[in-house]
């Protein structure tokens, strides 16, 4: 069996904090840790099911990181392969833009062909609005808001990859 890949910044400490919790409660026998600043295409396109930390950074821009890797698998099919999105943003000091990086990184995996699972209910979270909302009303993925609500991310986490 293939494992998952939980890709994630080694330098942000709160994204790789909660990719820390992901491989825990997926267990390093299921899943093992990318460095996103170290990532080449022909290894993100190696693994079929992956987990992506998108941390928004200023007003709902994708990390540099994510930016200068992107280009490099804009012209790839990703048919088969399925991705979950987990996002970091601050509802108090960014209300209109709350993980808007979700949004950006599903469009581009969605218009590549690629599978997404791991939406979440739009429920107990203030903000104004967000790139990551799904015409449904659900997020793309997991919303969490580490500066205001870190007591509720583990919470969060484990009931998302429970379903």
């Known amino acids: ?30 899943a093992e840790l990318v460095n996103a600043e170290e990532l080449t295409a022909e290894k993100f396109l190696s693994y079929e099911k992956a987990i992506l930390s998108t941390p928004t950074w200023f007003y709902g821009e994708l990390p540099n990181y ?3 890797f992107m280009p490099a698998i804009e012209d790839e099919d990703l048919s088969g392969h399925t ?11 960014y209300p209109w833009n709350f993980v ?7 469009e581009f995996l969605e218009e590549r062909g ?10 107990g979270y203030n903000f104004k609005e967000s790139k990551a909302l799904r015409p449904d009303g659900m997020f793309y993925g997991l919303p969490l808001d580490d500066d205001n609500e870190a007591e509720k991310t583990d919470e969060r986490v484990a009931g998302w990859l429970a379903k």
């Open 66 to 68: 994510w930016d200068e």
């Open 1 to 30: 069996m293939k494992k998952t890949a939980i890709i994630c910044s080694f330098n942000t400490i709160k994204s790789k904090r909660i990719a820390d919790i992901i491989l825990k409660n997926l267990g390093e026998d299921k």
């Open 83 to 93: 991705y979950m999105i987990y996002g970091l943003g601050d509802q108090k000091k």
């Open 100 to 106: 808007d990086a979700i949004g950006v990184m599903a």
């Open 114 to 123: 690629a599978t997404l699972e791991g939406f979440v209910k739009n429920e």
